[in-house]
């Protein structure tokens, strides 16, 4: 079973951007697709957004269109996302997983927006 | 984006109880549907994929069904330690998309 360590919290101001991060160990980040999903506070599962890595395809919720990006670092068999123009609506804790059926999970990442 | 709205919101129930929950598509996804158990502050766990094949490691009194546009898991015989919130997600189209979510609570 693959471990998926997520980085560290963020707090962020409105306006910015942030970017997480998501290694892989026991296993190779690129063997399947990774999604990235978040969790606003006490609410439910939101779909961001995956990547294909074998041929590094990607595809995003329409929500989040032109404001997210995600990215594979083969070499360090990592993971990323990156989402822009950030709002206090953002505030929630960010998921990286594996596999369409995702039976891998990072942790979680808080990320906090607030001026 | 396909929309997935599950029912009911929430869901109380007794230990021992079986209980249903069922998830509807806005348009059909063959049986690329997966179920996942989440409790306070973890991560997600997957339960059920492709509708109704059961994940290695879970108890057998979870079970999935349906094709097309319906969906159902099932919860035979409640242990304490099943009340959580519950997520269906269809992974059909290249844009994937959770329910709402299933609240299931100690009656």
């Known amino acids: 079973q693959v471990q998926l360590v997520q980085s560290g919290a963020e707090v962020k101001k409105p306006g910015s951007s942030v970017r997480v991060s998501c290694k892989a160990s026991?296993?190779?980040?690129?063997?399947?697709?990774v999604c990235w999903v978040r969790q606003a506070p006490g609410q439910g599962l939101e779909w961001m957004g995956r990547?294909?890595?074998?041929?590094?395809?990607?595809s995003y919720a329409q929500k989040f269109q032109g404001r997210v990006t995600i990215t594979l670092d083969k070499s360090t068999n990592t993971a990323y996302l990156e989402l822009n123009s950030l709002t206090p609506e953002d505030t929630a804790v960010y998921y990286c997983?594996?596999?369409?059926?995702?039976?891998?999970w990072g942790q979680g990442t808080l990320v906090t927006v607030t001026s | 984006d396909i929309q997935m709205t599950q029912s009911p919101s929430t869901l109380s129930a007794s230990v021992g109880d079986r209980v249903t929950i069922t998830c509807r598509a806005s348009?059909?996804?063959?049986?690329?549907l997966a179920w996942y158990q989440q409790k306070p502050g973890k991560a997600p766990n997957l339960l059920i994929y492709?509708?109704?094949s059961l994940e290695s490691g879970v108890p057998s009194r979870f079970s999935g069904n349906g094709f097309g546009t319906e969906f159902t898991l099932t919860i035979d015989s409640l242990q304490p330690d099943d009340f959580a919130t519950y997520y269906c997600?269809?992974?059909?189209?290249?844009?994937?998309?959770f329910g709402q979510g299933t609240k299931l609570d100690i009656k």
């Open positions: 990547i294909i890595p074998l041929v590094d395809i990607t």
């Open positions: 348009q059909r996804i063959s049986y690329w």
């Open positions: 492709k509708a109704s």
């Open positions: 997983a594996k596999g369409s059926e995702a039976k891998d």
């Open positions: 026991g296993g190779t980040i690129n063997s399947s697709t």
């Open positions: 997600q269809q992974y059909s189209d290249k844009s994937y998309t």
